[in-house]
Each structure stands twice: as C-alpha cells, then as structure tokens.
C-alpha cells in the first residue's frame, strides 16, 4: 500500500501554517522525492497506517522546504529517527 502522499501534503502545510494552495506544487515535489528517498535509496518499507513512518515524512519535507537555501545539516532529531527507521526496516537497501 503507497503512502498517502495528499495526506502527508496536508499535514506538512497545517505545520507550516500554509492554508492556500500557491505552494503545493513545490510542497508536492519534496514529499514525492522525500518517500522515494525513504523507499528506494533507504530500503524503508513505509507504512501508510504507521503514523511514525508519515510523520517522519512530513517533518523530513518540513525541514527540506525550510532548509532549501541552507548548507546545514540535518537535525539530529532527524538522524536519530532515520537511523531507527533504517534499522527496523532490516538494516539497509532491500532487493
């Protein structure tokens, strides 16, 4: 079952106190490229029904759109969760 990208979208802009829509687009194509990140380059089978797994995504894709222009890390917070994620998805990059 794919993650519920329109969900995350929705979650992502009440964060972000965004109530129109002139950002979606862009808002769109960070949560697209974070859960393929996740998914594909991370080996993490994300769980739509897993409320962990979407709001890591939605604070990941807060963090990206907040930190567009930044050259700075990213937070520990963040590490620390994904490192758990990629842990409990097997250790790594699935076949």
Request: with cysteine.
């Amino acid at each position: 079952m794919p993650m519920d990208e329109s969900q995350i979208l929705a979650l992502v802009k009440a964060r972000l106190g965004i109530t129109t829509a002139v950002r979606d687009t862009y808002l769109a194509a960070i949560i697209s490229g974070v859960v393929r990140e996740l998914q594909h380059e991370k080996g993490i089978a994300l769980d739509p029904t897993d409320m962990n797994h979407v709001m890591f995504c939605v604070d990941l894709a807060t963090w990206r759109y907040q930190s567009v222009d930044s050259d700075g890390a990213m937070p520990r917070h963040l590490q620390y969760r994904l490192r758990n994620l990629i842990i409990h998805a097997g250790g790594g990059v699935q076949a």
